[in-house]
């Protein structure tokens, strides 16, 4: 059996020299203070993220910039892949399947808008991807789908075809994708995980521990969805939660979907487990969105939180490389949020508090 040192001594360098290249805290307020869009983008020609100024410059068209951004995540992925023992190569590929299936989502969104919803859809078009990340999914036959058959058909041999065929009918019955995407979410986790339980005991302790913080960001995600625009009874919520969370069990969760209080709800492991954070614990809420908009930003704390006490212990883990995708995860997600924020014009004193 290979020792820690063997497998993460040489990974281990190479992505402590990577992160230290990502855009500290002090450039996103400086993307945040710029005043338009042009001068935001400028400010990112002196850093690797200079492409993005090129294409917009050239097309004039964000989301062409943004769709560069997803390429180059991928492609991120893939070029750690070259550097990593055996033993970890199969959670980069289970972690890669994230962006074959929000593709296949936004392939999936853009048929049902058309055939379902009889909406334009030929500009959405070009913002999908249309290689092969994991699985052979011809995507341009999903979007020029006649039925929901047609897509389970195509996608016969991948893991999604079967959940296409269980919700193709709540979707059209009820008019709405978010049973079926919830269940390419529970896909996504459940693979994960079974990578994850392969690991040596050491590596499964951190993967698991990195993994829940994230089932827990994602389940809070789904649910404030869920109350703006459904609202939903609490029962119905429970039902899509992603087990596997790290702090949020199926219990608390309901908890803090209908309490009117959170703060006594997260106190119990806030304060046990994270007391730095306790102190956001008393930001004011005074409507049920607000309040899980407060839990999210606790866990992305939490996750950060996280992420720092990896970085600073025993370096030979495979906590360095989740925590490396989590950290570039981040800074792609800042970026995107600024660039978007800039175009629609939203004040920056409201940018500087999301970031």
């Known amino acids: ?51 993005l100024d090129e294409i917009y410059s050239a097309t004039g068209d964000l989301k062409q ?6 390429k180059n995540e991928i492609e ?13 190569m199969d959670i980069v590929n289970a972690l890669l399947y994230q962006f074959e299936i929000d593709n296949l989502k936004n392939a999936i969104r853009i048929y049902f808008d058309r055939k379902i919803r009889k909406r334009s859809v030929e500009k ?32 016969e041999g991948t893991p999604y075809s079967q959940i296409i065929k269980k919700y193709s009918h709540t979707a059209e019955s009820q008019g709405s994708l978010f049973r079926m995407e919830i269940a390419f979410d529970h896909f996504y986790y459940d693979n994960l995980l079974s990578s994850i339980s392969k690991l040596d005991r050491k590596d499964r302790t951190i993967a698991l521990r990195l993994t829940g913080v994230e089932i827990d960001l994602q389940n809070i995600n789904w649910i404030i969805r869920l109350k703006n625009f459904y609202d939903l009874p609490a029962e119905a919520v429970l039902a899509t939660i992603v087990p596997g969370g790290f702090n949020l069990s199926r219990d608390i969760i309901g908890e ?42 606790i866990l992305e704390e939490i996750m950060k939180n996280e992420v720092q006490h990896i970085l600073a212990g025993y370096p030979f883990t495979i906590g360095i490389i989740l925590s490396y995708f989590i950290l570039k995860r981040n800074e792609l997600k800042k970026i995107r949020f600024i660039l978007y924020a800039k175009q629609y014009g939203i004040r920056q004193e409201r940018i500087e508090s999301m970031i």
Do not use: W
């Not at 992160?19 to 400086?30: N, R, T, V, Y």
């Not at 991120?76 to 970890?88: D, F, G």
């Not at 699985?135 to 789908?145: G, H, R």
């Not at 487990?273 to 049920?288: I, V």
């Open 1 to 51: 059996m290979a020792s820690p040192l063997s497998k993460y001594s040489f990974i281990n360098a190479k992505l402590r020299a990577r992160i230290s290249k990502i855009l500290p805290d002090e450039a996103f307020i400086q993307l945040a203070k710029a005043p338009f869009l042009d001068e935001t983008l400028a400010l990112l020609r002196e850093t690797p993220f200079a492409v």
């Open 65 to 70: 910039a943004e769709l560069e951004l997803l």
């Open 76 to 88: 991120l992925y893939r070029s750690i892949q070259q550097y990593l023992h055996h033993n970890s």
């Open 124 to 155: 959405n078009m070009y913002y999908i991807l249309y290689e092969r990340i994991i699985n052979d999914i011809p995507v341009d036959i999903i979007l020029n789908a006649e039925s929901f058959d047609e897509i389970a058909g195509v996608c």
């Open 256 to 297: 803090l979907y209908s309490a009117q209080n959170v703060t006594a709800v997260l106190q119990r492991f806030i304060t046990s487990k994270y007391p730095g954070l306790s102190t956001l614990l008393s930001a004011q809420t005074t409507d049920s969105t607000s309040r899980l908009l407060l839990i999210r930003r």
